[in-house]
T-cell receptor, first 109, second 116 residues
């Protein structure tokens, strides 16, 4: 079966760095997405990785290793507004998105 | 980025009534739209995939006669929850993907349905 695993919840301190991991097992691979979702709102796109390596976009970076079925989202200089759920999703060989359950990130002052 | 508008944002209805939710792509033509349901503290659950001009493809366990999806144009898809019951109360979200895309989805704002 297809499976996306990410931690349920993480806590970090304002100004610090946090890494949210995602491992996946899917039928084929056509890219991995990270989305941010604040409570009661729709997800917003953060990043897309299809090749191995690190993609940096401001305070957020996303890494992919296809051979290991592994990705992480790195958030630097954490701000209180970064408190949200972070969803990992993989596009399979049928171009369907398989969603992880999301990681709730709690930022403390 | 592209804009997807979803309406209404909030709806409260009585049990047994039907509710229609609209999803519009405002500045691009959406060849494919997706409808999701999300219960509190859970991830998105794909309900169905709709392609313009054809019947929607429903995920296993989703009743197609209860959740009617219409994708009549390249900019509009609708989800109708028929004979709604309290257990249908949820957050419903649509997303859209256009032509020649990398796979990025553009999400609507979501619609929170409460069935009394």
């Amino acid at each position: 079966g297809q499976n996306i695993d990410q931690p349920t919840e993480m806590t970090a301190t304002e100004g610090a760095i946090v890494q949210i991991n995602c491992t996946y097992q899917t039928s084929g691979f056509n890219g991995l997405f990270w989305y941010q979702q604040h409570a009661g709102e729709a997800p917003t796109f953060l990043s897309y990785n299809v090749l191995d390596g690190l993609e940096e976009k401001g305070r957020f970076s996303s890494f992919l290793s296809r051979s290991k079925g592994y990705s992480y989202l790195l958030l630097k200089e954490l701000q209180m507004k970064d408190s949200a759920s972070y969803l990992c999703a993989v596009m399979d060989s049928n171009y369907q998105l398989i969603w992880g359950a999301g990681t709730k990130l709690i930022i403390k002052p | 980025g592209a804009v997807v508008s979803q309406h209404p944002s909030w709806v409260i209805c009585k049990s047994g009534t039907s509710v229609k939710i609209e999803c519009r792509s405002l500045d691009f033509q959406a060849t494919t739209m997706f409808w999701y349901r999300q219960f509190p503290k859970q991830s998105l659950m794909l309900m169905a995939t709709s392609n313009e001009g054809s019947k929607a493809t429903y995920e296993q366990g989703v009743e197609k006669d209860k959740f009617l999806i219409n994708h009549a144009s390249l900019t509009l898809s609708t989800l109708t929850v028929t004979s709604a019951h309290p257990e249908d109360s949820s957050f419903y979200i649509c997303s859209a993907r256009g032509y020649g895309d990398t796979g990025e989805l553009f999400f609507g704002e979501g619609s929170r349905l409460t069935v009394l």
